[in-house]
């Protein structure tokens, strides 16, 4: 089982920066995916960027060039990195934790941490 805290959230104006964290605890094996996660009111949550163990990433379109996502493997953390923030970047964001095993997939969320861009 992992758990995962976030922190970093809060309001920031527009074309601010954020970094938020995620520590994880528990087993991380080196096969897992970690991630970002966002979810507007109203909205379906959706994928922000991804890193595996060896560090390729992906991103959704709407915030390449402006976020990073990296990894500590070490320290079992994933961070992202916010620049150029937009009121349209407000959300809940959620870390991720994606397992495969042979077929079957495990997810492990954290709790959230809110993200508000505002002027």
């Known amino acids: 089982q992992v758990q995962l805290v976030e922190s970093g959230g809060g309001l920031v104006q527009p074309g601010g920066s954020l970094r938020l964290s995620c520590a994880a605890s528990?087993?991380?094996?080196?096969?897992?995916?970690m991630g970002w996660y966002r979810q507007a009111p109203g909205k379906q949550r959706e994928l922000v960027a991804t890193?595996?163990?060896?560090?390729?990433?992906n991103y959704v379109d709407s915030v390449k060039g402006r976020f990073t996502i990296s990894r500590d493997n070490a320290k079992k953390t994933v961070y992202l990195q916010m620049h150029s923030l937009k009121p349209e970047d407000t959300a809940v964001y959620y870390c991720?934790?994606?397992?495969?095993?042979?077929?079957?997939?495990?997810?492990?969320w954290g709790q959230g941490t809110q993200v508000t861009v505002s002027s």
């Open positions: 991720n934790v994606h397992r495969r095993l042979g077929s079957s997939n495990f997810d492990s």
């Open positions: 528990g087993t991380i094996f080196n096969s897992d995916t």
């Open positions: 890193i595996t163990t060896g560090g390729t990433t």
